[in-house]
């Protein structure tokens, strides 16, 4: 019914910057919130940055000033834009999208993208 997918990750240098796209495609009637999560190795997922349908952001603290979440509702697609990056932002990194979907009646769901490897080393 509807299918996130997200960019190809990669390897960065500590300091460098990286630039995650998720696409929604599907019988989507809206999206409501988008969010970014991480899972780094041996830790539990956590958030990582929201944006609600009115284009409110939120942040961890660790995050504010080096990442920005953004979205584009005519593509329906969210990005998140990383600099400074720091080793300890190694992690797989997932989108999120809280949907309405079409159907009789409509409903609303959440997904969770494939996940993106990230890797910030020297």
């Known amino acids: 019914q509807v299918q996130l997918v997200q960019s190809v990750g990669g390897l960065v240098q500590p300091g460098g910057s990286l630039r995650l796209s998720c696409a929604a495609s599907?019988?989507?009637?809206?999206?409501?919130?988008w969010g970014w999560y991480r899972q780094a190795p041996g830790k539990e997922r956590e958030s990582v940055a929201t944006?609600?349908?009115?284009?409110?952001?939120e942040y961890v603290d660790s995050m504010k000033g080096r990442f920005t979440i953004s979205r584009d509702n005519v593509k329906n697609t969210v990005y998140l834009q990383m600099n400074s990056l720091k080793p300890e932002d190694t992690a797989v990194y997932y989108c999120h999208a809280d949907a309405v979907i079409a159907g009789i009646p409509p409903a609303l769901d959440d997904y969770w993208g494939q996940g993106t490897q990230v890797t910030v080393s020297s």
């Open positions: 599907g019988s989507i009637i809206s999206i409501g919130a």
């Open positions: 944006i609600t349908s009115a284009g409110t952001t």
